[in-house]
């Protein structure tokens, strides 16, 4: 069953539009569906653990008689979900998937950051892009992370509570988190996405960033081996993709599928070669400067001297003084 969550604000009010054409095929090619119009990140994730929740496959598989009979018609009943919307769509969609084993994920193009479809390479034409998916014409197995962080529960007593959500292309902490954060609050990337120019707002925040905003010391332990100390930490990323930040190709040796997080870690840096590096990660140049370094892990674990904003597929939360982050494997992508 094909369950198309469809975010009607995309790509500045467009994703409406975008599934007009993507319905016109499905009814043409009677193609059985599920149409979900969702208003809300926090509404599509509890849609999602509902229809992939383990008790629907496990009453599917119930009313069959035996096990060649789940083998033929496992294909049939997996849960497919296409998302028609952005990289905060998408993530919301992944936080939300209950059983990773029977559910299938695609989307279509239709937000205005589009960094993971970017990254996997989805075909900026609607139909093209809709003929993979309805003719399964590549299915691969996608990596995507986990970050546990502390919130406070009750400022009264001091007490917290630990919380763990999902990535799909990047989490991080500090300047690609400022920049995302004031990103999100401007009222200049809703103007420049009526136009098609998103991405300039990025740019523009980012240069501004790099003057604004305030450094701080860290430790960083990778792997659970020797903790480094980190002074005057600009930002920490952990990517499964390649690019963030309406394109950024931050990791540019970054695999989806490795079951590794690509790490871009930046510290120490004068102001002058920050903005210098900014221009030079566009060409993946920025590794010239030793204050960049990239690595690979399984697992980190990162705690600053003062609150900090982090980011999760460009989502902004809260501040945070501590977190940890995990790569895991087993998302089923269908392109």
């Not at 653990?49 to 096990?67: F, I, M, P, S, Y």
């Not at 309406?246 to 970054?254: D, S």
């Not at 695999?255 to 590794?260: E, Q, S």
């Amino acid at each position: 069953m094909y369950h198309f969550i469809v975010n009607p604000t995309a790509s500045s009010g467009k994703g409406l539009h975008i599934w007009d054409k993507v319905e016109k095929v499905l009814k043409q090619e009677g193609i059985l569906y599920e149409a979900h119009v969702q208003n809300t990140e926090e509404e599509t994730t509890k849609l999602v653990q509902k229809l992939t929740a383990r008790e629907v496959w496990q009453e599917q598989k119930d009313g069959l008689h035996n096990v060649k009979e789940v083998a033929v018609t496992s294909e049939e009943t997996d849960c497919h979900l296409v998302v028609l919307g952005g990289d905060g769509t998408l993530n919301a969609v992944l936080n939300g998937i209950e059983d990773f084993e029977h559910t299938i994920l695609s989307c279509i193009r239709t937000g205005s950051g589009n960094d993971f479809a970017r990254n996997m390479g989805i075909d900026k034409d609607v139909e093209h892009a809709l003929h993979g998916i309805l003719h399964r014409e590549k299915e691969v197995i996608l990596d995507y992370g986990e970050i546990t962080y502390q919130v406070e529960k009750d400022a009264a007593k001091g007490e917290t509570q630990s919380l763990t959500r999902r990535f799909l292309i990047s989490s991080g902490v500090g300047y690609d988190a400022d920049i995302c954060e004031e990103v999100s609050r401007s009222r200049m990337k809703r103007m420049l996405n009526k136009i098609h120019l998103g991405k300039l707002v990025y740019v523009a925040i980012g240069v501004k960033q790099i003057f604004t905003r305030k450094a701080a010391d860290a430790v960083l332990c990778m792997d659970g081996g020797e903790t480094m100390v980190v002074p005057n930490l600009f930002f920490v990323v952990g990517m499964i993709h390649e690019k963030e930040g309406g394109g950024v190709p931050f990791c540019p040796h970054a695999d989806a599928t490795d079951g590794k997080l690509s790490v871009c870690l930046v510290k120490g840096m004068l102001k002058w070669k920050l903005l210098l590096a900014v221009a030079l990660v566009y060409v993946k140049k920025h590794f010239l400067f030793h204050e960049i370094t990239e690595h690979t892990c399984e697992s980190m674990t990162v705690k600053t001297e003062s609150p900090q904003w982090f980011h999760m597929d460009g989502e902004t939360p809260c501040k945070i003084t501590e977190a940890s982050w995990r790569c895991r494997n087993g998302l089923r992508f269908l392109m």
